[in-house]
């Protein structure tokens, strides 16, 4: 009980914040008044997501032990994780056309329409700023993360993590994490605030679609567990590959449902790997990269949460609004959701490129989205790094390398 307390007492809190703030919303029409609790705890989170960003990333970079280390399984993995994390967003956005998650009728807050930007116009502002100064806002994240990639690795170059800035950077990133923690002992208030005046404002209605974007996401996690983890496995193992994963994938996805964490399931995946006969060149590589960076079930939360603030701010899906987020969605769980923070940058970053006129409604609703899908998000972005071993393995030790296992095994 004290380690489930442990690990779900934020989501419980922050849950019972949300339910006591829609309650107030929907029987008191005065609650509107209690917005600033909800725009205190906004504006302290915008306040530190800027420099937390940056410090963050450019740690990540400055204080690796070797840039090219591990080369072709390297490749391999990112290329799988890719690949496995745009998969899951097309599959959230078909099930997102199909089953609308906010009806027509209800319009939050009707969107201002601007002139569509050309391509080579959207590669600039998506990457880069003019100036340095304007990379020191929340509504440049991306060109934030590139400079600070940028940073990380020419610290790198200078001398890496025995640098005083690369220490300078790893402390930093601490103290702001630390501050993030006591920002967050205030979230379920500011939650129930924010919740308070949206239902107050909107309307009750917002209650029952969030209960709907739920139960889809919840639903299609473990359909996509049962439907696609096989078919990687099949491709990365050969026949029966399946029937072997499915043999040693309950513990790693129990235990990361439970845990809530990708890296505390490391030790259980590595295990795992181990009994299926994965080598340790691949698991070494894959399992540990995986906790950070291998995140479907995030790929297909990115895609849930604009759906459903598309919906909210009463405008269109479309193809090209699906592909820019599909991109986002991929880039957000594999390039930003191992670094301190990476899942509330993701939110931030999908509000920016889709709400930057809503930014204020849109990050809380996708941040509060984000919180409540966390166990099954994480249960497949975990028990996924187990079953992208199977096809990492494939190109580093050949096709065969599961019937090879087997039969080695059969001979002892």
């Not at 920002?183 to 605030?193: K, T």
Request: hydrophobic share 50%.
């Amino acid at each position: 009980m004290k380690k489930f307390l442990k690990n779900y007492a934020f989501i419980i809190f922050m849950l019972l914040g949300i339910v006591a703030g829609c309650v107030t919303g929907a029987v008191w029409p005065g609650a509107t008044a209690l917005e600033p609790l909800g725009t205190l705890f906004i504006n302290m989170m915008f306040c530190i997501v800027v420099p937390m960003v940056f410090c963050s990333i450019a740690s990540a970079v400055a204080n690796m032990d070797n840039a090219k280390r591990a080369g072709k399984v390297m490749g391999s993995t990112l290329i799988t994780f890719c690949v496995t994390a745009a998969i899951a967003a097309v599959i959230m956005y078909v099930v997102c056309r199909i089953i609308p998650l906010v009806p027509e009728s209800y319009k939050a807050v009707e969107g201002s329409v601007d002139e569509p930007l050309t391509l080579g116009e959207m590669v600039i502002g998506f990457f880069t700023k003019p100036d340095f100064s304007e990379l020191l806002s929340r509504r440049a994240i991306l060109p934030l993360i590139v400079f600070a990639v940028l940073f990380g690795f020419g610290v790198q170059m200078s001398g890496g993590k025995e640098t005083p800035v690369a220490k300078f950077l790893a402390s930093a990133t601490n103290a702001l994490m630390n501050m993030v923690k006591l920002v967050s002992y205030y979230a379920p208030i500011g939650f129930f605030g924010f919740f308070a005046y949206l239902v107050a404002t909107y309307g009750p209605q917002l209650i029952s679609d969030y209960s709907k974007t739920l139960l889809i996401y919840y639903v299609l996690s473990f359909v996509y567990m049962f439907v696609m983890f096989p078919v990687y496995a099949r491709f990365g193992g050969g026949k029966g590959a399946a029937k072997v994963m499915f043999k040693n994938l309950f513990k790693p996805a129990a235990v990361s449902f439970g845990t809530c964490s990708s890296v505390a399931t490391i030790p259980t995946n590595m295990d795992t790997c181990e009994k299926t006969g994965i080598s340790k060149e691949v698991s070494n590589v894959v399992i540990p990269m995986g906790a950070t960076m291998h995140m479907d079930g995030s790929a297909m939360s990115a895609i849930i949460k604009v759906a459903f603030l598309f919906g909210v701010f009463g405008k269109d899906f479309g193809t090209w609004e699906a592909i820019l987020a599909i991109v986002v969605a991929v880039f957000s769980s594999v390039a930003m959701s191992g670094i301190p923070g990476g899942g509330g940058t993701g939110e931030l970053v999908l509000c920016t490129v889709f709400f930057p006129d809503q930014l204020a409604i849109a990050y809380p609703i996708a941040l509060a989205l984000g919180n409540l899908v966390d166990p099954p998000a994480t249960m497949v972005n975990a028990a996924g790094d187990y079953v992208a071993s199977f096809i990492v393995a494939r190109f580093v030790d050949g096709k065969n390398w599961l019937k090879e296992h087997l039969a080695k095994k059969e001979e002892k």
